[in-house]
Every structure is written in C-alpha cells, then in structure tokens.
C-alpha cells in the first residue's frame, strides 16, 4: 500500500512508498497525518537506548518544506487507464459496460479534424461505436452522447491513478471531488 503524501496545504503531491515516508518520519519531515498507522516499519537497534527503532507510517502524511501544489491548476496527464476509469468503462455511445481491452479513447471532434487530445473532447468508446462514428462528428453519424467528458480535479486523478487505496485515503480525496463526478455513483 501506497502513502498519500500532501504539501502543507492539504493538497495531494504523489503517492509514495512506505520506507520514502518513513525516511520523512525519520528527518521530521511529516508535519501531520490523517488515518490510524497502517503500517510498521522496523529498524536496527538504537545506540542510546538499546531498543529497535520502530516507524509507524500513516496512511496520508503532509510534508514539511515542500512547496504548495501547483499541480492543482494543471489539467491532469490524460491516459487511457484514468480515462476508461473516470467513465467507468461505459462506452458513451452505447451505454454498455466493456473490459478495458475492449475500450478505445474516442475523439469528439476528430483529431483528423483538429479535434484536440485532452479530457473535454476524449471519451471511452468500444470499438464497434468508434468504427462506427469514423473521423465524423457524433451528429454526423447519427450518433449522441450518453454523458459529457469533464476534467478530473487533482483529487479524482489521485484516485484515478489507480493505486489500492485505503478507506482513509479514500475518504480524504472524496471530499474533495467534485460532486459531478462520476467517482461519487
């Protein structure tokens, strides 16, 4: 399992390793944390004391030094794992549920029509639909849309990314997803 690591604002940063956290522990690095220990880290034995050193790692950290996230007003990287999943792997045309090996990133306006590759014009199609609509409009094809593409937040593309994610964490990053969100059905 992955630590959630925040800047000092709250803002989700990356997900990280458990000994990457515990290395912040260990230079006083974390200045708070959220959730129950979710796990132990043992060491050697300390000098001073004769005891084995011992790390508790929290499920979601926020570091000290760090700079506040800039990420939050940067459009999250878009791939077709996030995209399938911010869809829930519903081609949009239609409206049935696929494996993501069935799944193609589909285009609204076409990329051979200047359609751009980014999260408001992309949409998961099977690919039956998206043979079927071509480099056409979906208009042109006589073909609409059962849901509009939209943006993940930088919340939503922390969960998007696809990490096992524990119910702290979880609980932590939908509270700041947006309720348009398809991650909250």
Request: proline residues 6%; aromatic residues 8%.
């Amino acid at each position: 399992m992955d630590v959630l690591q925040l800047d000092l604002s709250g803002r989700p940063q990356a997900w990280i390793e458990p000994r990457q956290a515990a290395i912040l522990y260990a230079c006083d690095g974390v200045a708070w944390t959220v959730g129950s220990p979710c796990q132990v880290l043992r060491g050697g034995i300390q000098r001073k004391t004769g005891l084995l050193s011992r790390i508790e790692v929290h499920p979601i950290i926020a570091v000290r030094g760090t700079v506040p996230s800039r990420a939050w007003r940067v459009a999250p990287a878009l791939t077709n794992p996030k995209l399938f999943t911010r869809d829930r792997q519903v081609c949009a045309y239609c409206g049935d549920h696929f494996a993501f090996d069935l799944l193609t990133r589909e285009h609204i306006v076409p990329s051979s029509r200047g359609g751009r590759d980014n999260w408001m014009n992309c949409i998961t199609a099977c690919r039956a639909c998206n043979g079927r609509k071509g480099n056409r409009l979906p208009e042109e094809s006589n073909m609409s849309l059962l849901y509009l593409p939209y943006t993940p937040s930088l919340h939503e593309d922390m969960i998007l990314r696809g990490r096992r994610i524990v119910a702290d964490q979880m609980e932590f990053l939908l509270a700041s997803v947006p309720r348009y969100s398809r991650l909250h059905d």
